[in-house]
């Protein structure tokens, strides 16, 4: 397949019976398999560059010089930290995003595009994060026995804040979102949402081909802003029942209060490692004779600090995401009682969008935050065997 050649499975007839495609299975093996492998680099590049940053004495050095109030520098130094990020991260980022997404045929936009989102991100990315260094300084400087609490409940409001504003502000910046015209399709999952009891505000399609040959979709939002949210190339490629039995799997999330379970437990989690990482960073700034917790000079060392504490716990929040999928693919199951569309839709999916369908166990088990694609079949064959034994 020449590169940059788009790799859609071919398109099956809706009634004809679906496999999984060995051929784009391998490919998505390779796929994974190099994109791992240059994240492990790239983190582990960037460990060593952080380390030495923080105890060479670099970091203090830099800071001496920028002689502004702690919050000033914080955020500065933050700025001039994230425009070195971005410089290094920059050629993983494109070969791992644009040149692998183009040669393994999940990419379809243009170079130009691929950059303009990249600068869109790394826009947002600053704009937050030094919004964000800079109150966290300036509230270790007012409050530094309880920073790291008053810290904890300021990102819970800003967590929320996101969720509301994501579906109407960020995700049409990279993705253009349009009502789904009426039709069959817009009838149908306007009726399951009445009949479930579950309010929405509209159904939009995302053009994920302007990026793309993955497919999606989601109830996005809370609220007045909730919305179903389907993929153009969800819409072209799947029957109705196939649709509507993904999206009972989304609307189990709402039934079973799972964006707040997920949350309260997100929540907890942090509030831990915002504890135990407040208490290591104190001990090593005495350590390291930083002039105060909010030296930003110490910036680098409280970054690694979270980031390890994140990584560590990041097992236990994919076992938990893992249990709600799973408890979501049975409420489709039982609602739609369609385990066949239920199977033919994640056999497009792992086809489509070049999933691995058994990812090895210990990959599964620290970083997949949904059941593998054998475990849903598998769960579909004994939901079906159950339902005939029932009816006997």
């Given at each position: 397949m020449?590169?940059?050649?788009?790799?859609l499975?071919?398109?099956?007839?809706?009634?004809?019976p679906?496999g999984?495609?060995?051929?784009?299975?391998q490919?998505?093996?390779?796929y994974s398999?190099?994109q791992?492998?240059?994240?492990y680099?790239q983190?582990?590049?960037?460990?060593?560059a952080?380390?030495f940053?923080?105890?060479?004495?670099?970091?203090?050095e830099?800071?001496?010089?920028?002689?502004?109030?702690p919050?000033w520098?914080a955020?500065i130094?933050?700025?001039?930290?994230?425009?070195?990020?971005?410089?290094?991260?920059l050629?993983?980022?494109?070969?791992?995003?644009?040149?692998?997404?183009?040669r393994y045929?999940?990419?379809?936009q243009t170079?130009q595009?691929?950059f303009?989102?990249?600068?869109k991100s790394?826009?947002i990315?600053l704009?937050?994060?030094?919004?964000?260094?800079?109150?966290?300084y300036?509230?270790?400087?007012?409050?530094?026995d309880?920073?790291?609490?008053?810290?904890?409940?300021g990102?819970l409001a800003v967590?929320m804040?996101m969720?509301?504003?994501?579906p109407?502000?960020?995700i049409?910046?990279?993705?253009?979102?349009?009502?789904l015209d009426?039709?069959?399709?817009k009838t149908?999952?306007?009726e399951?949402?009445?009949r479930?009891?579950?309010f929405?505000?509209?159904i939009y399609?995302?053009e994920?081909?302007?990026?793309?040959?993955?497919?999606?979709?989601?109830?996005?939002?809370l609220?007045?802003t909730?919305r179903?949210?389907?993929s153009?190339t969800?819409?072209?490629r799947?029957?109705?029942?196939?649709i509507?039995v993904i999206?009972?799997h989304?609307?189990?999330?709402q039934?079973?209060?799972d964006?707040?379970?997920?949350f309260s437990?997100?929540a907890a989690v942090l509030?831990?490692v915002?504890a135990?990482?407040g208490?290591?960073f104190?001990y090593?700034?005495?350590?390291?004779e930083?002039?105060?917790?909010?030296d930003?000079?110490?910036l680098?060392?409280?970054?690694g600090?979270?980031?390890?504490l994140l990584i560590?716990?990041?097992?236990v929040?994919?076992?938990?995401?893992?249990k709600?999928?799973?408890?979501a693919?049975?409420?489709?199951?039982n609602?739609?009682?369609?385990?066949?569309a239920?199977?033919?839709?994640?056999t497009r999916l792992v086809?489509q969008?070049?999933a691995e369908?058994?990812p090895?166990?210990?990959?599964?088990?620290?970083?997949?935050?949904?059941?593998?694609?054998t475990?849903?079949?598998r769960?579909?064959d004994e939901?079906?065997?159950?339902?005939s034994?029932d009816?006997?």
């Amino acid at each position: 397949m020449p590169e940059g050649e788009l790799a859609l499975p071919p398109e099956d007839t809706l009634n004809s019976p679906l496999g999984l495609d060995t051929e784009r299975q391998q490919k998505a093996r390779d796929y994974s398999r190099l994109q791992r492998r240059f994240a492990y680099i790239q983190t582990g590049i960037i460990a060593i560059a952080a380390s030495f940053l923080i105890f060479s004495g670099l970091s203090s050095e830099l800071t001496s010089h920028l002689g502004l109030p702690p919050v000033w520098s914080a955020g500065i130094y933050f700025l001039l930290l994230a425009f070195v990020y971005e410089i290094f991260s920059l050629p993983f980022g494109y070969y791992t995003g644009y040149v692998l997404g183009k040669r393994y045929g999940v990419l379809s936009q243009t170079r130009q595009t691929f950059f303009a989102d990249a600068a869109k991100s790394f826009l947002i990315t600053l704009v937050m994060g030094v919004l964000l260094v800079a109150a966290v300084y300036a509230v270790m400087g007012a409050w530094p026995d309880i920073w790291w609490l008053l810290v904890w409940l300021g990102f819970l409001a800003v967590s929320m804040g996101m969720t509301f504003i994501a579906p109407i502000w960020l995700i049409p910046l990279f993705y253009p979102m349009k009502p789904l015209d009426d039709g069959e399709l817009k009838t149908s999952l306007t009726e399951l949402c009445r009949r479930i009891g579950v309010f929405v505000r509209g159904i939009y399609i995302i053009e994920l081909s302007a990026r793309g040959t993955a497919a999606n979709a989601a109830l996005m939002g809370l609220g007045r802003t909730r919305r179903i949210v389907l993929s153009d190339t969800m819409v072209d490629r799947y029957s109705i029942p196939e649709i509507e039995v993904i999206m009972y799997h989304e609307i189990a999330h709402q039934q079973h209060n799972d964006m707040l379970r997920l949350f309260s437990l997100q929540a907890a989690v942090l509030f831990g490692v915002l504890a135990v990482g407040g208490a290591i960073f104190s001990y090593l700034s005495n350590a390291m004779e930083y002039s105060g917790l909010s030296d930003p000079a110490g910036l680098p060392l409280l970054g690694g600090i979270l980031a390890v504490l994140l990584i560590g716990i990041s097992p236990v929040l994919s076992l938990f995401t893992r249990k709600l999928e799973k408890q979501a693919d049975e409420f489709a199951l039982n609602i739609s009682q369609n385990p066949s569309a239920f199977r033919t839709a994640m056999t497009r999916l792992v086809n489509q969008n070049l999933a691995e369908a058994e990812p090895s166990n210990w990959l599964e088990r620290l970083t997949q935050d949904h059941p593998s694609y054998t475990q849903r079949i598998r769960l579909a064959d004994e939901f079906e065997k159950r339902r005939s034994v029932d009816r006997g």
